[in-house]
């Protein structure tokens, strides 16, 4: 079965630096949309970065200048790498995927990884 796995999240001083790692297993044949989202405590899970094809980015405006979401489908992986950080971006990452497998295609199914924390303070 398909899996995401999310892992880099930690504790970190406002103005420092994350990178995030999100790795798909199982058996796929092509994520075609990688997404970051995030989830702060009493707030709505909100979209902040998403690739598709493995090169089109985008990003909310909040983070834009600041993360930078690549994806190597020969890998299966995607990074959110973050820098400046600030409190606000504290919250619970989780990668979202649209994904093919090979029983699945030429369908796509969306999976999602359980998150990683990151904490930003001083």
């Known amino acids: 079965q398909v899996q995401l796995v999310e892992s880099g999240g930690g504790v970190v001083q406002p103005g420092g630096s994350l990178r995030l790692s999100c790795v798909g297993s199982?058996?796929?044949?092509?994520?075609?949309?990688m997404r970051w989202y995030r989830q702060a405590p009493g707030k709505q899970r909100e979209l902040v970065a998403s690739?598709?094809?493995?090169?089109?980015?985008a990003y909310d405006n909040s983070v834009a200048g600041r993360f930078t979401i690549t994806q190597d489908n020969n890998r299966n992986t995607g990074w959110l790498q973050m820098y400046s950080l600030k409190p606000q971006d504290t919250a619970v990452y989780l990668c979202?995927?649209?994904?093919?497998?090979?029983?699945?295609?030429?369908?796509?199914?969306?999976?999602w990884g359980q998150g990683t924390q990151v904490t930003v303070s001083s």
């Open positions: 690739i598709t094809d493995g090169w089109n980015a």
């Open positions: 979202n995927a649209n994904i093919t497998t090979r029983s699945s295609r030429p369908s796509q199914v969306g999976y």
């Open positions: 199982g058996p796929i044949y092509k994520i075609s949309v």
